[in-house]
């Protein structure tokens, strides 16, 4: 017939053509800055300010053109935000949650109704970001607005709160949202490219009916600005997001002022892209385009294939990447970091997938492929800026998991399989905070986002992530006051000094205790002892001085352990608990004699802490298997589980008051999790923790799970805050102690709970002996971190 065409649908497509791209002009965008006169100052106190005499900074697009202008804050800004949100903490904390929740519902429709401009305004500022992630962030938050009291009854929030962030929007709403929702006030201190959306946003809560000063912006430089303001003594939290160095840079300015602070480095993580044997190829291959090279990534990839299928999918790879064009860099500096990492990894045998020959210079490079690499390469640790992708190859499954714990970090991995079995155990042998089954990047403010390792120390996200804007009623905080001159080289180096004290009598032995290390009662590496003193000045006994090279035997033994006690069922380290509470039971007497022996209280009351302790070791054998992960329902399609895994090895200085029941209801919920444990006892009262190594021994619990190592504190909490093993350090000590652990435990990375135990005992301090659940909860959620594992359906 005439006028029918010929032509296959295969020619048609190979030769249809693109129409004309639509240009964006960012009307709304642009008109809401024309309105700020593109200068955009603070906003305190519910109004925009910009204050003639201050420096600015440029904010650029895409196209290093300037957008606008961005004011930075001097002291008195910092004095003035502060103030505005003490008075707006006042305001917030006392409505209702139903008032509460009434203003993040609105803020949710009117984002809505702006969703033009805020979309707008993310894209110049190269910030991508949906409103519709926002809107959902708005709506999740505000129903934990309204449970708030009814589910976390015992619980009080910080007060003035400080959020620095130097990522996406979206993870700057998922730090200030779940802040509000729990009546905490936020000043926010943006990075370059959030600045503009959070200034927006800060105007849009206002325009939802938030008080004035409940929400604060100011801008500069993160770094000074983020430390001036935490070292305000109004401010009572300060939670970072962005790169390892400069939350570095933060951490050692605001150590010793007081200020509890929590980091989320992902921008810096290093992921992995797993692909097994058993995966759809040609799905995997379109994550890893869409994935490795986009202009601006939130995290750094290394792609891991099995190596029966490397050749398909670099042969994909190829095909996929071929006609691809140039990725404009973030940065020019950016090129130099790519041309010398490309060059060192051709340099040690790696063969490239490139898209086109790059140009010889500017900001642009084309999509490349590192292939054949070796895991202690270079680009493979650190992978370059832009789009740049190392591939490494693994020969089975198990390898590929290793492959997978490799790197120093743990934010997320994307593994693909068709195996269900095999994606839900490299999932939990996976030393991450999330895990993307045949997907990637796939987030919901229901499911947390916990880094490991060097990725971060807390977590966003659940009912997990509001945790860190809230601590329990009868729980005290930090004292705020000025950081101690310390020297943090030689913090703890001071050796111990032998004395022979007043009224010893050489004519009697006092006994000598030897500490627990992997399992063997031993002495002191050193060889040194000290004396144990009762309180009116007489040596009661001798213990062993440990040192560094205690708790590096300490560490070693706990961590060959560990993992296989993690591995148990709760039930079966239910059943362990059990034993040691049925040890204790034992040598009941024994323990109440040491307890008076060294603290001077009546046997009454030491026999009283003895059967709390005992009390207190059955309720943590109780929880192992009661404590469980959920599976919320995000609103996209697939399942989604979240878990509670044991953080590794522990260590526990541990305070001078109820030297018994401190020390098991730190122990039992340490181990009840799947945890090993480093502790040393209080200085001042020994004996009944060296007493205690005896019920040890008579339990179930695995030789080297753990040990108690006597000394100097100072010196050994130096030990446990370098040794990279350690993932978190609980302590109660001196205020200077605290101040070293805030400035030394950001590289390597641990969590950290302080107690100043001067303060805490004017204060009052904890009450060991309270059966008030938000205590054993809190202990309970130091001893946890939490994995997220998405799995798709359709």
Not at 85 to 106: D, I, M, P
Request: with cysteine; glycine share 6%.
């Amino acid at each position: 017939m005439a006028g029918i065409s010929t032509k296959t649908v295969h020619e048609i497509f190979r030769t249809m053509e693109y129409g004309s791209s639509s240009t964006n002009t960012a009307t709304t965008a642009q008109s809401w800055l024309e309105k700020h006169s593109r200068t955009l100052g603070f906003f305190v106190d519910g109004t925009f300010s910009s204050p003639a005499d201050r420096q600015t900074l440029d904010v650029t697009d895409s196209k290093s053109a300037v957008v606008c202008s961005t004011v930075c804050a001097k002291d008195e800004d910092v004095m003035s935000a502060v103030s505005s949100a003490a008075r707006g903490f006042t305001t917030w904390r006392e409505l209702s949650c139903y008032q509460r929740a009434k203003v993040l519902l609105k803020l949710a429709s009117v984002l809505q109704r702006h969703s033009q401009c805020v979309s707008e305004l993310c894209e110049l500022s190269q910030s991508s970001t949906s409103p519709t992630v926002l809107i959902r962030l708005a709506q999740y938050y505000a129903s934990w607005a309204q449970l708030r009291d009814t589910l976390m009854p015992e619980w009080t929030p910080h007060g003035v709160v400080v959020v620095s962030d130097d990522c996406s929007v979206y993870f700057l709403m998922l730090k200030v949202l779940p802040a509000l929702s729990m009546g905490n006030s936020v000043i926010v201190v943006p990075g370059k490219t959030s600045a503009l959306p959070a200034l927006l946003l800060a105007q849009l809560f206002m325009e939802a009916g938030i008080p004035a000063g409940v929400l604060n912006v100011v801008t500069g430089s993160e770094v000074s600005l983020a430390a001036k303001l935490a070292q305000n003594p109004q401010v009572n939290y300060l939670t970072y997001c962005g790169c390892k160095q400069t939350g570095e840079a933060v951490a050692k300015a605001v150590a010793g002022w007081g200020v509890p602070m929590s980091f989320s480095l992902s921008q810096s993580s290093v992921c992995p892209f797993i692909i097994f044997d058993s995966a759809d190829l040609d799905s995997a291959v379109d994550g890893v385009i869409e994935l490795a090279f986009k202009k601006k990534r939130d995290f750094q990839w290394v792609l891991c294939v099995q190596e029966s299928v490397l050749d398909s999918v670099v042969a994909r790879l190829k095909l996929r990447m071929a006609g691809m064009k140039c990725v404009s860099l973030v940065t020019e500096t950016d090129r130099n970091l790519i041309d010398v990492v490309v060059q060192e990894a051709q340099q040690q045998g790696a063969t490239l997938i490139q898209s086109c020959p790059p140009p010889s210079t500017g900001g642009l490079y084309p999509p490349t492929v590192l292939c054949g690499l070796a895991p202690s390469c270079e680009s493979v640790i650190s992978p370059p800026p832009g789009p740049v992708l190392p591939l490494m190859s693994f020969r089975s499954s198990a390898e590929g998991v290793t492959l997978g714990n490799h790197s120093p970090h743990g934010q997320a991995a994307s593994i693909w399989t068709e195996d269900l079995t095999l994606a839900l155990e490299s999932a939990k042998s996976l030393c991450l905070g999330s895990v993307w089954v045949n997907c990637h990047s796939v987030m919901d403010p229901a499911l947390p986002i916990c880094g490991r390792r060097e990725s971060g120390n807390c977590t966003d996200g659940g009912r997990e992530g509001l945790y860190q804007f809230l601590r329990p009623s009868l729980s005290p905080s930090l004292p705020r006051s000025s950081p101690s001159s310390i020297n943090y080289a030689a913090f703890g180096s001071v050796a111990s000094k032998f004395m022979i004290p007043e009224g010893f009598d050489p004519s009697s032995v006092p006994r000598f205790y030897p500490q627990l290390v992997s399992g063997q009662l031993r002495k002191a590496d050193s060889g040194c002892s000290r004396s144990v003193l009762a309180p009116g000045g007489a040596v009661l006994a001798h213990c062993p001085d440990g040192g560094r090279k205690d708790v590096r035997n300490a560490v070693e033994a706990a961590t060959k352990v560990q993992p296989g006690w993690m591995k148990k069922s709760p039930a079966t380290r239910s059943q362990s608990i059990y034993s040691l509470a049925d040890s204790l039971d034992k040598r009941r007497r024994d323990l109440a004699v040491s307890i008076q022996t060294q603290t001077s209280i009546s046997f009454e009351e030491a026999e009283k802490e003895v059967e709390l302790s005992i009390s207190r070791l059955s309720d943590w054998a109780a929880r192992c298997d009661k404590e469980q992960g959920g599976t919320p329902f995000p609103p996209q399609s697939g399942s989604a589980l979240s878990t509670p895994e044991a953080l590794g090895v522990l260590g526990v200085i541990l305070p001078s008051s109820k030297p018994l029941l401190s020390l098991v209801s730190l122990l039992g919920a340490a181990v009840a999790m799947g945890n090993a444990v480093v502790m040393v006892p209080s200085e001042k009262y020994p004996l009944p923790a060296l007493e205690f190594i005896q019920v040890l021994q008579a339990s179930d619990i695995p030789a080297g799970l753990v040990s108690i190592i006597t000394g100097s504190r100072d010196q050994l909490t130096q030990a446990l805050a370098n040794h990279s093993v350690i993932q978190s350090i609980w302590y109660w000590g001196s205020k200077e102690g605290c101040q070293f652990l805030q400035y030394s435990c950001i590289n390597p990375l641990k969590r950290l709970w302080l107690h100043c135990e001067e303060e805490e005992e004017e204060a009052a301090g904890r009450n060991w002996s309270s059966s008030n659940p938000s205590l054993q909860e809190e202990l309970w959620r130091k001893a946890v971190v939490w994995k997220s594992i998405w799995i798709p359906t359709a």
